[in-house]
């Protein structure tokens, strides 16, 4: 299969282990007989720098006329001035609503290899398999009025949290769809107590709910989720928020699996016919780290994320579901043979840098 795969490395730790994850797309590439074409693009502070914008025209151009998209991570000290007009984040944010990726899956899996590396007691992670959609193109994300402004009483600032009901019902549909596809389960969380847009979209997730009897909703207020996923983890299966819940959500069930390091996600603008290949509808596939500037450059960052990753692209964009399991498999394998990058490394094991964990996975990739 020829494809054509747009890779942004962007900032910190982005460049790194997006390189170890071509190298496991190179292993497929020859393992299995495909030609894919990598692209790269320049994106966030690096781009601010260079270009004067953290998301030059020409790089959006490649997203879209690609079939899918590797995403690295943006952002760093450099660029944190509060009164910046532009931050390397607004790429991504731009790259998000530009596409159209509404949908962002954000699986939680638990490597019974690494299970002390997470602070969370090994018996409540028994079982664990959560899958976060989290709504990625409105809320307070995007909502207008945004602004800080100076006032004589002191300086002010608002976001605007905003949903339309359509915006709600298809990302919901997506929460119920995967529950339908896994172990039936659905829980929409919000703030219903108190946001109106919480209150609007409890009433279509419910109502969304009668097409879908085979599933199980339950409602829970995101503050009581958080503390529920940390006391029970094993009890969810999928969890569907808007996009600050979700982003925040997706941090702290990271801490199940034991390093935010090992979270791959992939942003869709809707859920891919089974199996099947949708050229044109493009997605965007990340880790859910963000560019560590504390360990930038050091070679130390977990490439495991970015590579599972690059498999989701393969399962999902390209509909390559065992070039996308072998790399999978060789995760597996890597954390089985006692590989582990500093992140996971609570119990010793053989401790190795970001490359040589993206060899060995490219090397157990090749079979
Ligand atoms: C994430 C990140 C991003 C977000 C940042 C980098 C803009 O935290 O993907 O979770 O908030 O969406
Ligand atoms: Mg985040």
């Given at each position: 299969?020829?494809?054509?795969?747009t890779?942004l490395p962007g900032d910190?730790?982005?460049?790194?282990?997006?390189?170890?994850?071509?190298?496991?797309?190179?292993?497929?590439?020859?393992?299995?007989?495909?030609?894919?074409?990598?692209?790269?693009g320049r994106i966030g502070g690096n781009a601010i720098d260079d270009f004067g914008t953290p998301l030059p025209d020409e790089t959006l151009e490649m997203c879209r006329?690609?079939?899918?998209v590797?995403f690295?991570?943006v952002g760093?000290?450099?660029w944190?001035?509060?009164?910046?007009d532009t931050r390397p984040e607004d790429g991504i944010l731009a790259v998000r609503k530009g596409l159209?990726l509404?949908?962002?899956?954000?699986?939680?899996?638990?490597?019974?290899?690494?299970?002390?590396?997470?602070?969370?007691?090994?018996?409540?992670?028994?079982?664990?398999?959560?899958?976060?959609?989290?709504?990625?193109?409105?809320?307070?994300?995007?909502?207008?009025?945004?602004?800080?402004?100076?006032?004589?009483?002191?300086?002010?600032?608002?976001?605007?949290?905003?949903?339309?009901?359509?915006?709600?019902?298809?990302?919901?549909?997506?929460?119920?769809?995967?529950?339908?596809?896994?172990?039936?389960?659905?829980?929409?969380?919000?703030?219903?107590?108190?946001?109106?847009?919480?209150?609007?979209?409890?009433?279509?997730?419910?109502?969304?709910?009668?097409?879908?009897?085979?599933?199980?909703?339950?409602?829970?207020?995101?503050?009581?989720?958080?503390?529920?996923?940390?006391?029970?983890?094993?009890?969810?299966?999928?969890?569907?928020?808007?996009?600050?819940?979700?982003?925040?959500?997706?941090?702290?069930?990271?801490?199940?699996?034991?390093?935010?390091?090992?979270?791959?996600?992939?942003?869709?603008?809707?859920?891919?016919?089974?199996?099947?290949?949708?050229?044109?509808?493009?997605?965007l596939?990340?880790?859910?780290?963000?560019?560590?500037?504390?360990?930038?450059?050091?070679?130390?960052?977990?490439?495991?994320?970015?590579?599972?990753?690059?498999?989701?692209?393969?399962?999902?964009?390209?509909?390559?579901?065992?070039?996308?399991?072998?790399?999978?498999?060789?995760?597996?394998?890597?954390?089985?043979?006692?590989?582990?990058?500093?992140?996971?490394?609570?119990?010793?094991?053989?401790?190795?840098?970001?490359?040589?964990?993206?060899?060995?996975?490219?090397?157990?990739?090749?079979?």
């Open positions: 299969m020829n494809s054509t795969i890779v910190g730790i982005g460049p790194e282990v997006a390189a170890e994850a071509v190298k496991a797309l190179d292993a497929v590439a020859s393992r299995f007989g495909h030609d894919f074409d990598l692209r790269y006329d690609t079939d899918a590797l690295g991570a760093g000290p450099k944190d001035d509060p009164n910046a159209g509404f949908a962002n899956l954000r699986p939680v899996k638990v490597f019974p290899a690494v299970v002390n590396s997470s602070p969370i007691k090994p018996h409540l992670l028994d079982g664990v398999d959560i899958m976060v959609v989290r709504e990625l193109t409105g809320g307070l994300y995007f909502g207008r009025p945004k602004k800080r402004w100076n006032t004589s009483r002191g300086r002010r600032a608002v976001d605007t949290l905003r949903y339309a009901e359509k915006e709600i019902e298809r990302i919901v549909r997506v929460g119920f769809e995967l529950a339908r596809s896994r172990r039936g389960r659905l829980a929409s969380t919000d703030k219903a107590n108190v946001l109106a847009t919480s209150r609007l979209w409890r009433e279509i997730a419910t109502e969304t709910a009668a097409d879908y009897p085979d599933v199980e909703l339950e409602h829970i207020y995101v503050d009581n989720l958080s503390m529920q996923i940390i006391r029970d983890p094993s009890r969810f299966d999928v969890i569907v928020g808007e996009n600050t819940f979700g982003d925040i959500i997706s941090d702290e069930a990271a801490v199940l699996a034991g390093s935010l390091g090992m979270l791959p996600s992939a942003s869709l603008a809707g859920l891919p016919a089974e199996g099947g290949r949708r050229r044109r509808i493009v997605s596939y990340e880790p859910i780290h963000g560019s560590a500037p504390d360990i930038a450059g050091r070679g130390v960052a977990n490439p495991i994320g970015m590579a599972l990753s690059a498999a989701m692209m393969l399962r999902y964009s390209l509909g390559l579901r065992e070039e996308a399991d072998a790399i999978e498999r060789a995760v597996d394998g890597a954390l089985a043979e006692g590989y582990r990058t500093p992140d996971i490394a609570a119990d010793g094991g053989d401790i190795v840098g970001t490359t040589q964990m993206g060899d060995i996975i490219a090397s157990l990739t090749s079979g």
